[in-house]
């Protein structure tokens, strides 16, 4: 009797202990939406004030900043797996904080931006199973000049990672995704494969400004100094972007 009383008393133990800890991730998710919220409707005051000014490629960009569609898909990646909750706010509060303020900065450094896509991937493995094949790579030279330099436009990745766990067949036992980060020869470049879903999938409102707008700005601001391929091969697309910072920064250098 003394040991079933042992046992009844840490299984009760246990359970406030989760109690508490579940109330506590409550409360501090509440308070990050809350300043998540407050930050948002400054920022759309603002776009109020830039819209008459700006012109039609520059509002898709700043549309594609404030669109709550993103929040979304990380919210209800989170509410999917609770027992990763933990881990996922904490990725989630470093993703929000990049959004809400490294994103109004005309450029970012490459450093930045790596950190922000590994933390979206991060995010985004919830939605999957823990043997789901998805292979993440980096290949950073970070004593190059450039790596912490502010010449990198911000939020350039999310198309090309949200796009490839969206269109990904992750029910099926042979689909993968494999995501590559590299820096070298001063060069940013994003490699994104996945194994294509047979099922079509479904439509969304305000799904993202899509990988031809992102070519758009690209042109906007890179001209001819970046590369965004992208094909289809055996049911796998592969889509690669290169950007090449030292060509950019030269010419803008020159041009002043």
């Known amino acids: 009797m003394i040991v079933s009383s042992y046992i009844w008393f840490v299984l009760l133990l246990i359970a406030i202990f989760m109690l508490v800890a579940i109330?506590?991730?409550?409360?501090?998710?509440?308070?990050?939406l809350q300043r998540s919220e407050k930050q948002q409707q400054e920022a759309e005051l603002r776009f109020q004030e830039l819209r008459d000014r700006l012109n039609p490629m520059q509002l898709e960009v700043l549309e594609a900043r404030l669109n709550p569609h993103l929040f979304k898909n990380i919210l209800n990646s989170i509410q999917s797996h609770a027992y990763q909750t933990y881990f996922a706010i904490d990725k989630l509060a470093n993703v929000l904080d990049y959004i809400l303020y490294e994103s109004r900065r005309e450029f970012v450094t490459p450093k930045e931006e790596i950190d922000f896509a590994l933390n979206l991937i991060e995010i985004n493995k919830i939605k999957v199973s823990p043997l789901f094949d998805l292979k993440v790579k980096t290949r950073i030279n970070d004593t190059e000049p450039l790596y912490e330099q502010k010449l990198l436009a911000p939020l350039i990745s999310i198309d090309l990672i949200e796009n490839a766990f969206k269109h990904a067949d992750i029910q099926n036992s042979d689909a993968f995704i494999a995501i590559?980060?590299?820096?070298?020869?001063?060069?940013?470049?994003?490699?994104?494969?996945?194994?294509?879903?047979?099922?079509?999938?479904?439509k969304k409102e305000n799904g993202g400004i899509g990988l031809k707008t992102l070519e758009q700005r690209l042109k906007i601001i890179y001209k001819d100094n970046f590369k965004l391929d992208s094909y289809t091969e055996e049911n796998v697309f592969v889509t690669r972007l290169t950007i090449n910072l030292f060509e950019y920064k030269v010419k803008v250098l020159a041009a002043r």
């Open 180 to 202: 590559t980060l590299e820096f070298k020869d001063n060069q940013f470049m994003l490699t994104v494969a996945n194994k294509i879903s047979p099922k079509a999938p479904m």
């Open 23 to 32: 109330a506590g991730l409550a409360v501090y998710l509440f308070l990050r």
